[in-house]
């Protein structure tokens, strides 16, 4: 039985042009890349070239990963990115109002029970639904937050902090109207 | 800031409408496969004279660096310590040798199928268990004193295994100043054929004679490593992760003065959970959701009692997982031990009670999904009962009371479907072959027996 010595890590491979490696370190990403760009984008379709998109643009940047990096702030921040630039240029060629949720057809509790939250969100600038969605839904820690918007993990609590207390006065306003 | 009523409420609202989408791999692969440039460019460097003069510059500053380098170690000299190698000081942990005594401990055992599986010392069996390998790494016993025997175990032995070809086996190495230099995690990705060995693990335990690990792996690529000093009431912990099935470890997190906790055990997607013995009133479990970076303690919903301990616990997938908790429950002066069966649907956010068991001394159970589990029960008689539930502990129904005479003290149960199970005894000794294995296809009413042994 051969014993070989650990050599290549991941991150060295991919740098190196190993696209098996690449994939081995974005797979375990693309749920969570998915959850963010879905909820940025309040679009399955676009949500899923949102992801596409930045897994190209990520593999095309793959030399700028420092080695012992954290690979998924890294990831989410060009996730992010993407769903920015995906929503300037709707924004210009598509003329989109705001579809309100619930009026189309019958949906069940579980989607109804979340109808006030996703609409205080929706209403929301989207840096202040990207540090959310993070935070609350994605689970981040605030230092790997501060990673994906480009910040200090203290200018990252703060902006949680007022988006938490935004989103919370929106749903107590939601809650008020008849 | 932590808000876990406001975190719940963001899960409920967009788990509901955010479908899965397990297709999402395949179709970026795809994806990158055809646009994607097969080595990733480096921009051309412009050859104009900004470029010559920033690198003259960089030149003359790495050249003064090394010059104040080399004045400032004149006078101080900073070691940069490799791991180190030796034996270790005198106390330090032995070899596990065939003459070192005593049991092997907890026996554990992975069966990928009804053929193909493993037990503890990295023992392998293609045939259901009648005959098992010895295919743990040769690498791993290159420092093995004289006079160890064939194939003796080196301290801090743990081991792994994820399925019928993935397995990981770490130990400690000491040097002349510590028992704990370093540690070094061995991966196989085909069945114990071949093993690869990690970069050195640097203890930052502060150990004292003994150091306890464990190593939990979700899928080929990623595995965490639990190090903590042994023999002690609270003990701080220190977590590893690797994103490479096993070949690097970094540093992740820190609990400090937990009291000893087994069960380390993560899955795919988070949470991760480490469950610890408690002394306290109510017993709770260690939660991270992040990999491990930062932990949070959750009570676990039972509140009367004292010194609890999670004997089992099995998480299904992101959202689903069962413990099954015992603990000391004094009446006046005398301890009685009651066992109680929880189960979270959430990801651990809560935990209900599932179930009781059935009358009598649950002395092993298994767990095949939420609604499915056998429990070998004593009944105060010579054999125990083995039986099953359907519908997660709600109710219990006898399957037999006929099993082989044995001793079933400490006992293994595991099924890997509805038919094919597996019950076994402890070895001997680590590297030995369980002291009995028995086989049921039929669901659990009748069970063979093999004699298993190491070939």
């Known amino acids: ?178 | 800031m932590e808000d876990p009523r406001l975190r719940a409420e963001f899960h409920r609202a967009f788990d509901a409408v955010v479908p899965p989408a397990p297709w999402l791999a395949g179709s970026v692969r795809q994806g990158l496969r055809e646009r994607g440039p097969a080595v990733p460019t480096r921009p051309a460097l412009r050859t104009n004279w900004l470029a010559p003069a920033v690198a003259l510059l960089l030149a003359i500053a790495i050249v003064a660096t090394l010059i104040y380098v080399a004045r400032s170690q004149a006078q101080r000299t900073i070691p940069v310590l490799p791991p180190r190698q030796g034996q270790g000081p005198d106390g330090c942990p032995q070899w596990i040798t065939a003459n070192s005594g005593g049991g092997s401990g907890q026996s554990s055992a992975t069966m990928a199928n009804a053929s193909t599986g493993w037990f503890n010392g990295a023992l392998r069996t293609t045939d259901g268990g009648t005959h098992w390998r010895d295919v743990s790494p040769p690498a791993m016993r290159a420092d093995a004193p004289r006079g160890s025997g064939e194939r003796p175990y080196p301290p801090g032995y743990v081991e792994f295994f994820l399925d019928s070809t993935h397995a990981w086996v770490a130990r400690t190495y000491g040097s002349a100043a510590t028992c704990f230099d370093h540690v070094s995690v061995f991966a196989t990705s085909d069945g114990g054929l071949t093993w690869d060995e990690s970069a050195p693990v640097i203890a930052a335990v502060q150990a004292d004679t003994t150091m306890q690990m464990q190593l939990s792996f979700v899928d080929p690529l990623h595995g965490w490593l639990l190090m903590n000093a042994g023999g002690r009431l609270v003990a701080d912990y220190f977590l590893y992760s690797s994103m490479d099935g096993g070949r690097h470890w970094k540093q992740d997190s820190q609990l400090k003065d937990l009291p000893p906790c087994s069960g380390l055990a993560f899955i795919p997607q988070t949470p991760g959970y480490l469950s610890c013995k408690s002394y306290a009133s109510t017993p709770t479990l260690n939660v991270t959701r992040d990999g491990g970076k930062t932990w949070n303690s959750m009570r676990l919903p039972i509140s009367a009692g004292s010194g609890y301990s999670v004997q089992s616990s099995v998480f299904f997938d992101q959202d689903r997982g069962v413990l099954w908790l015992s603990a000391q429950i004094y009446e006046g002066n005398s301890p009685r031990s009651s066992n109680f069966l929880i189960a979270t649907t959430d990801g651990g956010r809560t935990w209900q009670q599932a179930g009781d068991f059935p009358q009598g001394y649950p002395m092993a159970v298994a767990f095949l999904d939420t609604n499915n589990f056998w429990a070998l029960i004593s009944e105060g008689k010579v054999a125990p009962a083995l039986y099953q539930t359907n519908d997660g502990g709600k109710s219990w129904a006898v399957l037999t009371r006929d099993l082989p005479p044995w001793q079933f003290g400490s006992s293994r149960l595991l099924f890997i479907d509805q038919r094919t199970g597996f019950m076994f005894g402890p070895s001997q000794q680590l590297g030995q072959a369980p002291s009995t294995w028995l086989v049921t296809s039929d669901g659990g009413r009748m069970w063979k027996e093999v004699h298993p042994q190491v070939s």
Not at chain 1, 21 to 42: N, S
Not at chain 1, 147 to 153: L, P, R
Request: hydrophobic content about 45%; aromatic content about 6%.
């Open chain 1, 1 to 178: 039985m051969a014993v070989q010595p650990a050599t290549l890590s991941l991150v060295q491979a991919a740098k190196q042009g190993d696209d098996s490696a690449f994939e081995a370190l974005l797979e375990p990403l693309l749920q969570q890349a998915y959850r963010l760009a879905f909820v940025m984008l309040h679009d399955h379709h676009a949500a899923e070239d949102a992801v596409q998109e930045a897994a190209l643009k990520a593999w095309r940047k793959v030399s700028q990963l420092r080695e012992g990096s954290d690979m998924r702030p890294w990831f989410l921040s060009i996730v992010a990115n993407q769903c920015r630039t995906a929503r300037r240029s709707r924004w210009w060629s598509v003329l989109r109002t705001a579809t309100p949720e619930g009026t189309s057809h019958p949906a069940d509790d579980a989607v109804l029970e979340g109808l006030e939250l996703r609409t205080a969100l929706r209403g929301m600038a989207p840096d202040k639904r990207l540090v959310l969605v993070l935070h609350w839904y994605l689970d981040l820690p605030l230092d790997e937050v501060a990673g994906v918007i480009g910040t200090s993990a203290h200018a990252a609590e703060s902006r949680l902090l007022r988006a938490t207390n935004e989103l919370k006065r929106r749903m107590e306003a939601h809650r008020g109207r008849p």
